[in-house]
């Protein structure tokens, strides 16, 4: 069956300091991939997504790119500011059904 | 506009008891989704409905695990005879479409079960 493996955490990192969380992925078919965030106290949302291979997703600063080559998909940020502090999901969407992965915990030290 | 919203937000169950868990999704969203998840995992795929239909509910882990959704709006997930191991956090989540893979999936904030 399909399954994602993330990076385990806890990652902690300065403000400012360069982020990656490796995602990779084992799917059937082509599947669309998904990061989602979690901030305490709340609920999971989208970050950004990808649907093809090559795709890049960006928001707030994160980026990805959907890698068929390597089933991968790491997230980056040039630049984390302390308001990042968050749980972060990869997960992948094939007929509509999601599997995701175990999450990371990410600090952010001022 | 208003999200995805679950109730209760907390239950605390004694084992045997039969507990039901709400969602209401977005309005107008066609498919609706139930995650379980347990203390440090990922979401696991519980079942999910295209309006009323009940498509997939391969990941309902036993048959004391039942979700309906009548009118294809609000569902609910009902676990009978609820035992220590199904305690967790079930989420809910709508999508806009339905069958598609492109869509996101807005979550609710969870109802935490704890089952003593």
């Known amino acids: 069956g399909d399954s994602v493996t993330q990076m385990e955490g806890p990652v902690t990192l300065s403000e400012e300091a360069f982020l990656t969380i490796n995602c990779t992925y084992t799917?059937?078919?082509?599947?669309?991939l998904f990061w989602y965030v979690q901030y305490p106290g709340e609920g999971l949302q989208l970050l950004l997504k990808?649907?093809?291979?090559?795709d890049k997703g960006s928001n707030k600063g994160f980026e990805a790119t959907y890698r068929k080559e390597t089933t991968s998909f790491h997230l980056e940020k040039g630049s984390v500011q302390v308001s990042d502090s968050a749980v972060y999901f990869c997960?992948?969407?094939?007929?509509?059904?999601?599997?995701f992965g175990d999450g990371t915990t990410l600090t952010v030290k001022p | 506009g208003a999200g995805v919203s679950q109730s209760p937000r907390y239950k605390v169950a004694k084992r045997g008891q039969d507990v039901a868990l709400r969602c209401d999704p977005i309005?107008?969203?066609?498919?609706l989704f139930w995650y379980q998840q347990a203390l440090g995992q990922g979401p696991e795929f519980l079942t999910y409905?295209?309006?009323?239909?009940?498509?997939?509910k391969s990941g309902l882990p036993s048959d004391r695990f039942f979700a309906e959704r009548p009118e294809g709006s609000v569902s609910t997930l009902k676990i009978q005879r609820t035992q220590q191991e199904d305690s967790a956090v079930y989420l809910c989540a709508s999508s806009p479409n339905g069958g598609s893979s492109y869509n996101e999936q807005f979550f609710g904030p969870g109802t935490r079960l704890t089952v003593l």
């Open positions: 990808a649907t093809k291979a090559d």
């Open positions: 409905f295209q309006n009323e239909a009940q498509l997939d």
């Open positions: 309005s107008g969203h066609v498919s």
């Open positions: 997960a992948l969407s094939s007929a509509g059904k999601s599997t």
């Open positions: 799917a059937t078919g082509y599947p669309s």
